[in-house]
């Protein structure tokens, strides 16, 4: 088992920036690719951001490829999304996957481990 907790999401201007912390325990995270998906109020759940368990590969939806970053510290069990120039389309819930495998994958299916999510508004 893997656990996560997504923090970071808050209230911000469109054009601002946020930055999004993932934290695992349990299993070793180096072990791991990391997602991050969102989901708006009426909407499906819709990938934004992926990157492989060393961190050699990443992937982005093409919505925020350019405007998002994904890292991760596997000392410090942690991943993190940058978000910067911010659209009120980017307000949402999101949520930090882990799948025992190392490459990402845009699939939220093939995801094994879920965080509980964290809000992010952008206020036109």
């Known amino acids: 088992q893997v656990q996560l907790v997504e923090s970071g999401g808050g209230l911000v201007q469109a054009g601002g920036s946020l930055r999004l912390s993932c934290a695992a325990s349990?299993?070793?995270?180096?072990?791991?690719?990391i997602g991050w998906f969102r989901q708006a109020p009426g909407k499906e759940r819709e990938f934004v951001a992926a990157?492989?368990?060393?961190?050699?590969?990443?992937d982005y939806a093409d919505s925020v490829k350019g405007r998002f970053t994904i890292s991760r510290d596997n000392a410090k069990n942690a991943a993190s999304l940058q978000m910067n120039s911010l659209k009120p389309e980017d307000a949402a819930t999101y949520y930090c996957?882990?799948?025992?495998?190392?490459?990402?994958?845009?699939?939220?299916?093939?995801?094994?481990?879920w965080g509980q999510g964290t809000r992010v508004t952008v206020a036109s």
């Open positions: 349990g299993r070793t995270f180096s072990n791991y690719a």
């Open positions: 990157i492989s368990w060393r961190g050699a590969t990443t």
């Open positions: 996957a882990a799948r025992n495998r190392a490459s990402p994958t845009s699939v939220a299916q093939l995801y094994d481990f």
